[in-house]
């Protein structure tokens, strides 16, 4: 039998799992302290959810089965489409606009394998029902917030910053059809991957001129604002909002961060305006999170559209990231005591002083074990982490007391089991 996990995927072994433990704890205490509520959905949906046809990878990669009633389900490559489903069951009975967080596990399938994932958690979050780049400010004052209790700065992250609308409008230009704009900006997103030649081809079979390209790179090149106002002129082109949203940053004092960059697309289909991601200043590594704006997703799904955006950060990337940069922090096993009973007739009073020492909220390794010695108890306290050894012998107990080594300064006394608890 392989004891591996599936591959792609990873165990967590208690170690692992304190370092995981730790970043959700970031995670979740800056989505409290931006006012997002945690919500959940199952990790198997309907593989009906994930139906686009705009030739996405992560439909592509979608982990799709069928159950023993024959019906198609496929593991969540992504947590919005859940999120969207739940809003529109409410239907008019969620209050708008809502807050919303998730720490889901995302799953993908691919089967030409590079030795890639094929899970990660994604810390997601989303506002409904506010159709104002200060929703997408609040969420990048959530990110920024992020990365600086992770111990980043501006001069470690950079965030990407554009908006569709701009790609829209050199696309009506050009005369693509509406329809068409999301399968293109999947294209467009795609020649940062693949040839040039193989994405002209694409736009081909979509019966799009494969010479828009060159419209379209003239533009994502522009290095300011100011430069692409020059290019493209005025109108519905989403400079504006990108304006306004690094005035916003400004105020909350995250406008160091952000860098236009109209080169950015994104690689899902439903993005509508802002565009971000964020990245390694140092470049080697891939995108750490990323996001916008999705004002037209629920009309996909039969319902009434409502505003939206939200960003989705993974679990790997940012701990390569602080893996490089010596920001892990150093997570021991730890248990406040370790109680010991030197012969098994005091294991019932050891049992009670442990009793007490739990009630009173310390974390306690009672040891299990029969007949061990006091040297052994030492080091299993030390592997424990433990701060405190309590050790009961038949004389001290005989008076009404317990050893207690203090295993930070080594100081023992002896102590009423009252005592231990104060
Ligand atoms: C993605 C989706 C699900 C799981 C993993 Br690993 N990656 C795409 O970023």
């Not at 006012?35 to 959905?41: M, P």
């Amino acid at each position: 039998m392989n004891l591996s996990p599936p591959r792609g995927t990873r165990d967590f072994f208690p170690e692992d799992m304190r370092l995981r433990t730790w970043l959700f704890g970031h995670f979740r205490e800056v989505a409290r302290l931006f006012g997002f509520e945690e919500y959940d959905a199952p990790v198997v949906e309907s593989a009906e959810l994930y139906v686009r046809k705009a030739g996405e990878e992560i439909v592509d990669q979608l982990y799709t089965f069928q159950d023993k009633s024959n019906r198609d389900l496929a593991l969540r490559p992504e947590m919005t489409p859940s999120l969207a489903r739940m809003v529109l069951q409410k239907g008019g009975a969620l209050g708008l606009p809502i807050k919303w967080f998730s720490l889901p596990q995302c799953w993908r399938y691919e089967r030409m394998t590079r030795g890639r994932r094929r899970e990660h958690f994604q810390w997601n979050l989303d506002v409904f029902g506010v159709d104002d780049v200060t929703a997408e400010a609040e969420l990048l004052a959530a990110l920024v917030t992020l990365f600086q209790r992770l111990g980043l700065g501006a001069e470690d992250i950079a965030i990407r910053l554009s908006n569709r609308r701009l790609l829209q409008a050199v696309l009506a230009d050009a005369g693509v059809a509406d329809a068409l704009f999301a399968p293109v900006c999947v294209l467009i997103d795609k020649l940062e991957k693949i040839p040039r030649e193989t994405v002209e081809a694409e736009l081909q079979s979509l019966g799009v001129d494969p010479g828009v390209i060159n419209r379209v790179l003239q533009v994502a090149s522009c290095t300011s604002l100011h430069e692409a106002r020059g290019l493209i002129g005025s109108g519905d082109n989403g400079l504006d909002e990108i304006q306004r949203l690094m005035d916003l940053g400004a105020a909350y004092g995250f406008a160091d961060w952000l860098r236009f960059d109209p080169s950015l697309v994104r690689g899902l289909a439903y993005y509508t305006g802002t565009v971000f991601e964020a990245f390694s200043t140092q470049g080697e590594l891939r995108a750490i999170c990323g996001g916008g704006r999705y004002d037209r997703l629920l009309s996909t799904f039969g319902g009434k559209d409502v505003a939206a955006c939200g960003f989705g950060f993974g679990d790997a990337v940012i701990v390569e990231l602080l893996k490089d940069k010596g920001l892990l922090p150093d997570l021991p096993a730890a248990v406040d005591d370790v109680v010991f009973a030197f012969s098994e007739e005091l294991r019932g009073p050891a049992i009670q002083v442990t009793r007490s020492l739990r009630a009173a909220g310390r974390s306690v390794d009672l040891i299990l074990e029969e007949g061990k010695r006091m040297k052994w108890a030492f080091r299993h306290a030390d592997g424990a982490g433990a701060a405190r050894l309590v050790l009961l012998a038949p004389e001290e107990w005989a008076r009404g007391v317990v050893k207690v080594r203090d295993l930070v300064s080594g100081e023992e006394h002896e102590v009423t089991p009252e005592e231990l608890v104060s």
